[in-house]
């Protein structure tokens, strides 16, 4: 899971070690929502 500066997360679910193929984003998470 690579994490950007801006909050996003970024999951690699395929591939190998040259080419992504899949991969998942995942939204920042308000302190809101984490209640």
């Known amino acids: 899971v690579l994490e950007h500066p ?3 997360r970024i999951e690699v ?3 190998d070690e040259t080419h992504v193929t899949r ?3 995942h939204p920042p998470v308000s302190e809101d929502e984490v209640q």
Do not use: A
């Open 6 to 8: 801006s909050g996003w």
């Open 13 to 15: 679910t395929g591939g």
């Open 23 to 25: 991969l998942r984003l």
